[in-house]
């Protein structure tokens, strides 16, 4: 009897923390768009090497060109110890023709994909509110989501790939 007590009581506690365990763990979702040389990039392939910052921006949006040079000292920062790559994925629907001006101007060389049609940013912040911050570990789970603007999105972030 004591046994069998014991014995569901370790199984409540096991389906219970994998539960708790599973629910934080998000999926980013995949991924593959075009670079502003027209070559495909996909998620799968940044997520071989690197923990990926992935931000969606455009060229109106006034706070995006604030973060925009923020999240370039990060990856600089933490391109070698923590093996952080940023990607930057423009949602104008223009393309090219308004996101490199814009890079240029910032002096910006970070990795730039094109969402002209709006599909991808659409599976990871269905509302379009920009910028839009993710941090995705090499194992493809979200560590981290900041959506629109605020001071403490960039310190949030530092915060989260060092304990990476």
């Known amino acids: ?4 007590y014991i014995m569901w009581g370790f199984i409540i506690f096991i389906v219970y923390t994998t539960v708790l365990y599973s629910a934080n763990d998000i999926k980013a979702p995949r991924f593959a768009l075009c670079n502003l040389d027209g070559k495909y ?4 392939e940044l997520l071989e090497e690197n923990n990926v910052i992935i931000t969606f921006w455009a060229s109106y949006c006034n706070p995006c060109k604030v973060e925009l040079p923020q999240l370039v000292a990060l990856e600089n920062k933490y391109s070698q110890s923590k093996k952080i790559k940023l990607v930057l994925i423009n949602i104008d629907t223009e393309g090219k023709e308004k996101a490199l001006p814009v890079l240029q101007e910032l002096s910006i060389g970070a990795l730039c994909l094109l969402d002209p049609y709006q599909i991808v940013v659409k599976k990871y912040n269905p509302d379009l509110t920009i910028p839009a911050t993710f941090l995705v570990n090499k194992k493809g789970i979200m560590k981290f989501k900041a959506i629109g603007e605020s001071t403490e999105n960039i310190k949030n972030l530092e915060l989260e790939i060092q304990k990476l």
């Open 41 to 44: 990039v996909t998620l799968s």
């Open 1 to 4: 009897m004591k046994k069998s």
